[in-house]
C-alpha cells in the first residue's frame, strides 16, 4: 500500500503541474500570433519527447548531471534512423558516481534501445521504446547489478498551442538475478513517470519545466530488496544554433530541485545535443 500511495501521490502532483500550465496555455492562445517560430523537436533533459530521428539524421546526446550531495551522472547517446524515422535504433553510454561517500565512480550499464514512431501528427506523437540493459557496470562499486536487464518506457508528447507542448512518460525497469557486492541475488523491478512542460518563449530558444518520479529496487546482503523513490522538479532552458551545413547545436541548462523524499537535493544539470544530416535524401 506504501508503494501505491506513492506512485498515485507523484502523478497526481505531476498531472497537476501539467494541467495548471495546460490551463494558462489555453488562457493565452487566443492572443498567440497565428504562426509561431519552429519547435526545437529534441530530447527534453529528464523526459523523453515522442519523435524519432528524421530519415538521413543522426544526433549525438551529452547530458551532465551534479547534484549537492556529491554524485554525478554523464551520458552519451547516439539515435539513428533505421532506415527512416518510423524505427530508430540508439544506444546510451553512462559513466557516474552512484554514492559519493565511497568515491567510486565509472562505466554503468550501457542500454541499447528501440523506438517505434506510432503515432506522429501535428497534434499528437506517440513512441514507444524496449531497451536492453547490458551488464556491463561493476556491481561490486555499485555501478551496475551484473545481470541482463529490460526497459521500457512511453512517451506522449502533445501540441497544445503555438507555443505550449508537453511530454508526458510512463516506463518501467526489470532486471532478473540482479547482484550486490556481495553475491546475494535477487530479481529488481523500477518504474518511472513524468511530465515536460516547454514554452517556445522566441525564435530557437525554450524554457522548460519537468517533473520526475523514480522509484527503484536494489539487492541488500541477505537477498531481499529495498526500494527507494526520487522525485525532482526541474525547471531550465534550451536553445538552437542551427548552422547552414545542417548542423543543429542545442545546449541547455537546468537546476532539478528534489522534493518529497529527494527533499534537500539539488544541483546543476547540463545538456548538449549535435543533429545532423549523414546522407542526402530525396525531395
Known amino acids: ?26 488562457s493565452r492562445q487566443a492572443g ?14 529528464l523526459i523523453e519527447e515522442a519523435y524519432n530521428q528524421e530519415t538521413g539524421v543522426v544526433q549525438h546526446i551529452q547530458t551532465f548531471q551534479y547534484l549537492r550531495d556529491g554524485t554525478w551522472a554523464y551520458t552519451f547517446t547516439q ?22 561517500s565511497n568515491g567510486h565512480d565509472g562505466l554503468g550499464d550501457v542500454m541499447i534501445n528501440y523506438r517505434y514512431q506510432a503515432l506522429a501528427s501535428d497534434r499528437v506523437a506517440f513512441s514507444p521504446r524496449l531497451s536492453l540493459i547490458l551488464p556491463t557496470g561493476e556491481e561490486k562499486e555499485g555501478l551496475g547489478n551484473d545481470a541482463l536487464g529490460f526497459q521500457t518506457n512511453m512517451p506522449v508528447s502533445l501540441t497544445l498551442s503555438t507555443r505550449w507542448t508537453t511530454h508526458l512518460n510512463a516506463g518501467a525497469t526489470f532486471i532478473p538475478d ?27 530558444f ?47 541548462i537546468a537546476v532539478p530541485i528534489g522534493l518529497g523524499p529527494s527533499d534537500n537535493e539539488v544541483g546543476m544539470f547540463f545538456y548538449l545535443s549535435l543533429e545532423h544530416p549523414f546522407k542526402k535524401t530525396n525531395g
Open 32 to 45: 498567440e500570433p497565428s504562426e509561431a517560430p519552429p519547435r526545437i523537436e529534441d530530447n527534453s533533459f
Open 79 to 100: 539515435e539513428w534512423p533505421v532506415p527512416n524515422q518510423k524505427h530508430q535504433l540508439s544506444y546510451t553510454i553512462p559513466l557516474f558516481r552512484p554514492d559519493a
Open 178 to 204: 540482479a547482484e550486490e557486492a556481495g553475491g546475494a541475488k535477487a530479481d529488481l523491478f523500477g518504474y518511472n513517470l513524468g511530465v515536460g512542460l516547454i514554452l517556445n518563449a522566441a525564435k530557437n
Open 1 to 26: 500500500m506504501k508503494i501505491r500511495f506513492r506512485f498515485v501521490h507523484y502523478l497526481a502532483l505531476s498531472g497537476l503541474i501539467a494541467a495548471s500550465f495546460f490551463a494558462q496555455a489555453e
Open 206 to 252: 525554450d524554457l522548460m519545466l519537468e517533473s520526475v518520479w523514480f522509484s527503484n529496487e536494489s539487492v541488500r546482503e541477505n537477498g531481499e530488496t529495498e526500494r527507494s523513490d526520487a522525485f525532482f522538479l526541474s525547471p531550465g532552458f534550451r536553445f538552437a544554433v542551427n548552422c547552414k551545413s545542417g548542423l543543429q547545436i542545442v545546449p541547455g
